[in-house]
């Protein structure tokens, strides 16, 4: 394709993803910005004439966190999360990024999305693209403690999905403004919410000049829930360092109690989201009580 500058190139896409396909928010982060990433899970790494990553969000409804908790308290309820936040952003943010990628080739140049969940096929462990440092090397926001991205306009209260190509795009400034994370204003909210205490420690990484810290993550503690402490009312207690092996026998132990099964019955869906729910990013008020309605 000749003749279109970057910027033409990339304005077009935004059109299509954000005008035409309903995403909230799109990024472009050149590939050597995640140079740095995890032996494997580079953007060259899958496509070798990989020069970016568009990077797509869709926010999820602010009724969703605010109706969000425990079976047992009067008011509250999962389900609209756990479908509405979840599986059908994913396959909104999957379809739109099918349509960009297929945008692409039919111009001339390699596209590669990944799924916005992460599918543990390859490492177990985490997933084979990551879409949340991505998501800070395209400008959309940056890590919270919680490992979360934050976003100016909706804290962590957004999917992602990724997209490699080596079309030649202009690339989005890293984001610059104020801090989207301020535990000494929420007081760590998102530790305090995590029913396995599963963040633990710091960890950080860098992009460009820029260091971005955030708690080490206990990968086995941060799905226990599925198991144990109320968002799955058949329970089994969580050993004190638990291993793959140890979910493993206590899923196989035991199956879910038959409303919470029923959740899932179309697809995979969390049953947790503590940490989305009680982060305040970025309506730091002083009770947490205010929401910034910005569509």
Known sequence: MTGV???????SLR???VERLGVDLMGVAPAERLAGGPEGGRPTDYLSTATSVIVLAAKMLDSLIDVAGHY?????????YMWYGY??????LSSAANRVARFLETRGFRALPFPPTGMLYKYGDRADFSHRHAAVAAGLGEIGFSGLVLTPRFGPRQRLVSILTDAPLQPSPLYDGPALCRPDECGLACIEACPTDAMTGSTSFAIESKTFSHARLHPVRCKWPFAEKGFRRTKVAMPADPTEEDFREAMI????????????????VPQCGACIFACPSPRFDSDGSERDRTP
């Open 87 to 92: 599986p059908v952003l994913n396959w909104d």
């Open 15 to 17: 059109h299509l993803a």
């Open 253 to 268: 132990s035991t199956g879910p109690h038959p409303y919470d099964a029923a959740l899932g019955q179309f697809t995979f």
């Open 5 to 11: 500058t970057e910027a033409d190139l990339t304005g």
């Open 72 to 80: 047992d308290e009067p008011g509250k309820t999962l389900g609209p």
